[in-house]
């Protein structure tokens, strides 16, 4: 790097430093949840909004409790009808074409699956920790987009 270019970007440099050193301490549940987050609100850019991508969040992060610790499972009644949550309804979803359903459905796929590997990662950190996390949520029974049986 040439001594003037090096000057006059030191002080850019500097002070990305607290920013540098932010992250480092950042847990690494944070950073997994971070980035998953990114590249899930990519991967629906266009397809889904807000309220349909928090649906599958929510039902993807019970997954992932559900396949990590003991005492909790899927009332499959609540995930079709909070699943649905997620889909146009009917006469909407009926009125686009076939590719348009494809990658609607394929939208919903990639955007649950990159919750739920998130989550698992994430479990993973401090399985523990993560369990004690769902016992304080598992109490919250009117929670909205609940899937967990009672």
């Given at each position: 790097m040439t001594p003037i ?113 998130g989550n698992l990662a ?29």
């Amino acid at each position: 790097m040439t001594p003037i270019l090096f000057r006059a970007l030191a002080p850019l440099m500097v002070a990305a430093l607290p920013v540098v050193a932010f992250a480092e301490e950042m847990p690494l549940s944070i950073k997994i949840d971070g980035a998953v987050a990114l590249e899930a609100s990519v991967l629906a850019e266009g397809t889904l909004n807000e309220a349909q991508v928090q649906v599958l969040k929510d039902v993807a992060h019970q997954k992932a409790v559900v396949l990590t610790c003991e005492g909790y499972a899927i009332d499959d009644t609540r995930f079709g009808g909070v699943l649905a949550a997620a889909y146009p309804d009917d006469a909407a979803f009926n009125a686009m074409d076939e590719d348009a359903q494809l990658h609607m459905r394929s939208v919903i796929m990639l955007v649950l699956g990159t919750f739920l590997g998130g989550n698992l990662a994430i479990a993973s950190t401090d399985a523990a920790a993560w369990c004690t996390s769902a016992a304080e949520e598992k109490g919250q029974t009117d929670a909205p987009n609940r899937i967990w049986a009672d």
